[in-house]
């Protein structure tokens, strides 16, 4: 719900909301040059005095004003002729034309009404509201990205676009929500849609008769602070029943022209306060550094909106249509998604042509959309359900799990879920856990039990498939192609081999880096930023189904790097073990922002062994600030497979590396990395109790058998690797 709150407002109305904000902020300027180009008068200077000095060079004089900022402008006749100047309060003589600005004009004009009158104020407005709402749905979901408004500053993950939107909504979103909320008001206000202020005092009409009292003898005038002025206006010359009109921020009162008697007096109400204290926060007037502020907040709109317009677009790319769609009265497969970035949407779409093709009629929608009392032909509900964050449920999935707590009864339909994410986060899958155990609770018969995909798998996908065509009664093949991004040319520059001795060619793969387009660094797309542990897609000549490898280096490190061991019959594996320098390969960026080491200073434990240690030598390598860092790394031999030997002793003499244990499973005496593990149980212990983050890249047995060895290693402390994982420090990447 908040999402759509925040999403459709900004949409439609970005060019409206656009010229508002750009509007705004060039007025916001204005006050703070007025400020600074006017003279101000100096402190202690009273009304008479310079009512008196003006009087003095202008003898004709009927009105001053002082506007918030300070400047004096004087109004008189001349010889029949007006005139009007800025004063310089020192002198009561004028020093710049009282002409107001054209470009100040015509920027006031666009911004209050696009010059319609009424009815663009009414847009106007309009756009003011449409600002209110997206600063506070957007707030709400930024504290929820952030993991709670504590948190408000957290850093986060993601795609440029994205976390360019968030951190500038993070600086602006108080600004805007401020000079939206008193736009609204000012619009209220002048269509009469709020309670009128205080009257002025009546005029009087018993006066002196007298004329020509001295300005700088009335007593009214010299106990009233040039500082408060907001207007004087003069007798009309000869009528001895005028009088003169002063405004303060005090209030409004009547001066006798004979004697400077105070005829009448009357203070602004509450209200007309408020009133003016939110024309001050709106403009600037009187304000002109909260104006200048708000004005640089009015500038995070347009940005906001541009950002904004991306992440949409790359969220409705990731969402393919799909072609045969039944209704959802008439299907009798209801198959509802629960999606993030758009990429769960995919495998739906496989999953709806499977079925289609065998003849089965199938409805697909979000989760946000779960409407059972519409399925008056269903048999079977599939749910396909990412995780959001720490355990949240995806754009697309809101409010499903309410919806279901409040069913009464459930459908008699039966259910499966399955569950997308990536086993390197310790949420992983858990929305789909929490709709199963919200399921469960409320009796729904299960057509399946939970089953996960990690990271994508097309191969994870199709196991799954075979499992529901055994249930269904029918041979159902899900072969899965995800849409693969941006595809960029990667030419290799330079290669390290080893593991000939062995009968393992592996091989370290350094590529150059590609060009990358303004508009993919607008939307981070392609190899615009990337780190040490996130993954390189291949695609194999010959094939349409990626292959992935950790990344060992960083954008910063100026260079892609890998490391590849040949497998026999593998055909992605071989076509890179074969690649010579020039040569050329199809790949893309997929972020891995769960297998990070983190900004703290606590020490670091890396476990790898074989090809798992590319990732975690992109560590070492990127560890400028010195963290304490302890590799453990596991091989066959040292003569065959000793990946970045020759680097290890350059980064411990950087200090980049703390200390290094080395285990050899294939010499006279087997030693694993467990082992090398438990050999310096003390130290690890010592380490975790320090706060230290342990990170293990490798083969599924090998983190095993690293589990089991830290398991027993951490008893000690009442600790063990789960406890680790629930406070983000413990984190696998394996295969």
Same mark, same amino acid.
């Given at each position: 719900?908040?999402?759509?709150?925040?999403?459709?407002?900004?949409?439609?109305?970005?060019?409206?909301?656009?010229?508002?904000?750009?509007?705004?902020?060039?007025?916001?300027?204005?006050?703070?040059?007025?400020?600074?180009?006017?003279?101000?008068?100096?402190?202690?200077?009273?009304?008479?005095?310079?009512?008196?000095?003006?009087?003095?060079?202008?003898?004709?004089?009927?009105?001053?004003?002082?506007?918030?900022?300070?400047?004096?402008?004087?109004?008189?006749?001349?010889?029949?002729?007006?005139?009007?100047?800025?004063?310089?309060?020192?002198?009561?003589?004028?020093?710049?034309?009282?002409?107001?600005?054209?470009?100040?004009?015509?920027?006031?004009?666009?911004?209050?009404?696009?010059?319609?009158?009424?009815?663009?104020?009414?847009?106007?407005?309009?756009?003011?509201?449409?600002?209110?709402?997206?600063?506070?749905?957007?707030?709400?979901?930024?504290?929820?990205?952030?993991?709670?408004?504590?948190?408000?500053?957290?850093?986060?993950?993601?795609?440029?676009?994205?976390?360019?939107?968030?951190?500038?909504?993070?600086?602006?979103?108080?600004?805007?929500?401020?000079?939206?909320?008193?736009?609204?008001?000012?619009?209220?206000?002048?269509?009469?849609?709020?309670?009128?202020?205080?009257?002025?005092?009546?005029?009087?009409?018993?006066?002196?008769?007298?004329?020509?009292?001295?300005?700088?003898?009335?007593?009214?005038?010299?106990?009233?602070?040039?500082?408060?002025?907001?207007?004087?206006?003069?007798?009309?010359?000869?009528?001895?029943?005028?009088?003169?009109?002063?405004?303060?921020?005090?209030?409004?009162?009547?001066?006798?022209?004979?004697?400077?008697?105070?005829?009448?007096?009357?203070?602004?109400?509450?209200?007309?306060?408020?009133?003016?204290?939110?024309?001050?926060?709106?403009?600037?007037?009187?304000?002109?550094?909260?104006?200048?502020?708000?004005?640089?907040?009015?500038?995070?709109?347009?940005?906001?909106?541009?950002?904004?317009?991306?992440?949409?677009?790359?969220?409705?790319?990731?969402?393919?249509?799909?072609?045969?769609?039944?209704?959802?009265?008439?299907?009798?497969?209801?198959?509802?998604?629960?999606?993030?970035?758009?990429?769960?949407?995919?495998?739906?779409?496989?999953?709806?042509?499977?079925?289609?093709?065998?003849?089965?009629?199938?409805?697909?929608?979000?989760?946000?959309?779960?409407?059972?009392?519409?399925?008056?032909?269903?048999?079977?509900?599939?749910?396909?359900?990412?995780?959001?964050?720490?355990?949240?449920?995806?754009?697309?999935?809101?409010?499903?799990?309410?919806?279901?707590?409040?069913?009464?009864?459930?459908?008699?339909?039966?259910?499966?879920?399955?569950?997308?994410?990536?086993?390197?986060?310790?949420?992983?899958?858990?929305?789909?856990?929490?709709?199963?155990?919200?399921?469960?609770?409320?009796?729904?018969?299960?057509?399946?039990?939970?089953? @996960?995909?990690?990271?994508?798998?097309?191969?994870?996908?199709?196991?799954?498939?075979?499992?529901?065509?055994?249930?269904?009664?029918?041979?159902?093949?899900?072969?899965?192609?995800?849409?693969?991004?941006?595809?960029?040319?990667?030419?290799?520059?330079?290669?390290?081999?080893?593991?000939?001795?062995?009968?393992?060619? @592996?091989?370290?793969?350094?590529?150059?880096?590609?060009?990358?387009?303004?508009?993919?660094?607008?939307?981070?797309?392609?190899?615009?930023?990337?780190?040490?542990?996130?993954?390189?897609?291949?695609?194999?000549?010959?094939?349409?189904?990626?292959?992935?490898?950790?990344?060992?280096?960083?954008?910063?490190?100026?260079?892609?790097?890998?490391?590849?061991?040949?497998?026999?019959?593998?055909?992605?594996?071989?076509?890179?073990?074969?690649?010579?320098?020039?040569?050329?390969?199809?790949?893309?960026?997929?972020?891995?922002?769960?297998?990070?080491?983190?900004?703290?200073?606590?020490?670091?434990?890396?476990?790898?062994?074989?090809?798992?240690?590319?990732?975690?030598?992109?560590?070492?390598?990127?560890?400028?600030?010195?963290?304490?860092?302890?590799?453990?790394?596991?091989?066959?031999?040292?003569?065959?497979?000793?990946?970045?030997?020759?680097?290890?002793?350059?980064?411990?003499?950087?200090?980049?590396?703390?200390?290094?244990?080395?285990?050899?499973?294939?010499?006279?005496?087997?030693?694993?990395?467990?082992?090398?593990?438990?050999?310096?149980?003390?130290?690890?212990?010592?380490?975790?109790?320090?706060?230290?983050?342990?990170?293990?890249?490798?083969?599924?047995?090998?983190?095993?058998?690293?589990?089991?060895?830290?398991?027993?290693?951490?008893?000690?402390?009442?600790?063990?690797?789960?406890?680790?994982?629930?406070?983000?420090?413990?984190?696998?990447?394996?295969?």
């Amino acid at each position: 719900m908040i999402r759509a709150l925040h999403r459709w407002p900004g949409l439609l109305a970005l060019v409206l909301v656009t010229i508002l904000s750009l509007s705004g902020a060039a007025l916001s300027i204005f006050p703070a040059a007025e400020s600074a180009a006017a003279p101000q008068a100096q402190a202690g200077l009273t009304v008479a005095a310079l009512a008196d000095r003006i009087q003095a060079v202008y003898p004709g004089v009927e009105q001053i004003r002082r506007s918030p900022s300070g400047r004096i402008t004087a109004y008189w006749f001349d010889a029949g002729a007006p005139g009007a100047a800025v004063i310089d309060p020192a002198t009561g003589q004028g020093v710049a034309s009282a002409d107001p600005n054209q470009i100040e004009r015509w920027l006031t004009g666009l911004h209050r009404s696009l010059f319609l009158g009424d009815g663009g104020r009414l847009a106007m407005a309009a756009g003011a509201a449409a600002i209110l709402v997206l600063s506070l749905s957007g707030a709400a979901l930024v504290a929820r990205r952030a993991g709670g408004w504590r948190r408000w500053f957290a850093p986060l993950r993601g795609p440029v676009a994205g976390r360019l939107h968030v951190e500038i909504a993070r600086i602006a979103v108080v600004g805007l929500a401020l000079s939206s909320t008193t736009a609204l008001w000012m619009t209220a206000s002048t269509f009469n849609l709020l309670p009128d202020g205080g009257a002025p005092p009546a005029v009087p009409t018993i006066v002196s008769g007298q004329m020509g009292v001295a300005l700088d003898q009335m007593p009214t005038l010299q106990q009233t602070p040039l500082a408060e002025l907001r207007e004087l206006s003069f007798p009309y010359p000869g009528d001895a029943t005028d009088v003169f009109t002063l405004r303060t921020d005090r209030g409004t009162g009547y001066l006798d022209q004979g004697d400077g008697a105070l005829l009448a007096w009357v203070e602004l109400t509450g209200w007309e306060r408020a009133s003016e204290t939110i024309y001050m926060l709106h403009t600037g007037q009187g304000a002109a550094a909260l104006g200048v502020v708000l004005g640089f907040t009015a500038l995070g709109v347009p940005a906001m909106g541009a950002t904004g317009l991306l992440v949409w677009l790359a969220g409705r790319r990731g969402r393919p249509r799909i072609r045969g769609n039944q209704p959802a009265g008439r299907a009798e497969t209801i198959l509802l998604v629960g999606s993030e970035g758009g990429s769960t949407w995919g495998f739906a779409a496989t999953l709806h042509a499977a079925l289609t093709k065998a003849g089965h009629s199938v409805h697909v929608g979000p989760m946000s959309g779960f409407a059972p009392e519409r399925y008056a032909n269903a048999r079977r509900i599939i749910l396909l359900a990412a995780t959001y964050g720490d355990g949240a449920a995806p754009a697309s999935a809101k409010g499903f799990v309410d919806r279901l707590n409040a069913l009464e009864p459930v459908p008699d339909i039966a259910l499966a879920v399955l569950g997308f994410g990536d086993r390197s986060f310790p949420a992983y899958c858990a929305f789909a856990g929490a709709v199963v155990q919200a399921a469960q609770a409320k009796g729904w018969h299960a057509l399946l039990p939970l089953d @996960t995909v990690d990271r994508q798998s097309p191969q994870d996908f199709a196991r799954w498939g075979r499992a529901l065509g055994e249930v269904l009664g029918m041979a159902l093949d899900l072969s899965h192609q995800p849409v693969l991004p941006a595809i960029d040319r990667l030419t290799l520059v330079s290669r390290r081999d080893y593991g000939a001795e062995v009968q393992a060619p @592996t091989a370290i793969l350094r590529f150059a880096l590609p060009r990358v387009s303004l508009w993919q660094r607008l939307r981070g797309a392609g190899f615009v930023r990337f780190q040490a542990g996130d993954l390189i897609g291949i695609v194999p000549e010959g094939s349409a189904i990626p292959r992935l490898y950790s990344l060992a280096s960083g954008r910063h490190d100026g260079f892609i790097e890998i490391v590849v061991k040949k497998h026999p019959g593998g055909l992605c594996s071989g076509q890179l073990t074969a690649l010579e320098p020039g040569d050329t390969v199809s790949a893309f960026l997929r972020r891995n922002p769960g297998f990070r080491p983190g900004r703290s200073r606590a020490p670091l434990i890396l476990i790898g062994a074989g090809t798992g240690i590319g990732p975690l030598t992109g560590f070492v390598r990127g560890n400028a600030r010195r963290r304490p860092v302890h590799l453990f790394f596991g091989m066959r031999h040292p003569a065959s497979d000793f990946f970045y030997g020759d680097d290890f002793p350059i980064w411990q003499r950087e200090g980049r590396l703390a200390r290094l244990v080395t285990a050899v499973s294939r010499g006279a005496q087997p030693h694993y990395v467990q082992d090398a593990l438990r050999g310096e149980a003390a130290q690890v212990l010592e380490h975790v109790r320090n706060g230290a983050r342990i990170m293990v890249c490798g083969g599924r047995d090998m983190a095993a058998g690293v589990a089991e060895a830290l398991t027993e290693i951490l008893a000690p402390a009442g600790l063990t690797p789960a406890i680790l994982k629930a406070e983000g420090r413990y984190v696998e990447d394996v295969y």
